[in-house]
């Protein structure tokens, strides 16, 4: 039987102008390979020896998805076991971090807004959870 391979995709809100886009989607590859170090692969060596740290040999799709899909996307992944870091809206609009736990701390989960979302899991459950969504362009 074929072994269920984890699976990583970040979903972005697909009406964020390029910029503000590619920022969500950085956020939240950096906050998933803190919290699952073990997604990187090998350092790479070129012809000469030099050695370049890993990648992710997997991939990592960044797809986009309506705003108000996110934070239902975001509920049926944690239903379904996947492992989620999402971005809140309030995220880009300070570059004070407290500030940004002080507004969530006053927001109810139900009203969050979201930028994005990263899914980890297994390829199924990922697969079901976003194969619907196209490549963010």
Known sequence: MKQDIPRCVIVVDDALPAGLAANAAAVLAVTVGARTPHVVGADLVDADGGTHPGLIPT????????????????????DAGVDVVDFPAFGQQTTDYEAVRA??????????????????????AVSRLTGGLALLR
């Open 103 to 124: 507004h969530v701390a006053t927001v109810p989960a139900a009203e969050l807004r979201y930028l994005g979302l990263a899914l980890q899991g297994s390829r199924r």
């Open 59 to 78: 991939g990592l799709p960044v797809l986009a998805a309506g705003a108000d899909a996110l934070p239902a996307l975001r509920d049926r992944a944690l």
